[in-house]
């Protein structure tokens, strides 16, 4: 995949670092998208922690210096 553009959150350790920064390091199963949000550049991340799934969505920038939260997260049904 060419994460071009996409800043630290295109790898892997990137979006790690990223988990940890928004408090969803603990996540088993992680989903990460890039999209637009609110006309920002954004990555809409779906943490599943213990079964239970939660949205976020984050800046392109997001690290552990700036969690770049766009969205808090929002427990999904």
Known sequence: TDSSGVGP???TSGLTSCLR???A???QLVQADLAFYEGQPAVIIVATTDGVPTAYAVGRG???ADASLLH???VLP
Do not use: L, N
Request: proline share 7%; charged share 0%.
């Open 9 to 11: 959150i295109g790898t």
């Open 21 to 23: 920064a928004i408090g």
């Open 62 to 64: 997001c690290s552990p």
């Open 72 to 74: 808090q997260g929002i």
């Open 25 to 27: 390091g603990g996540a």
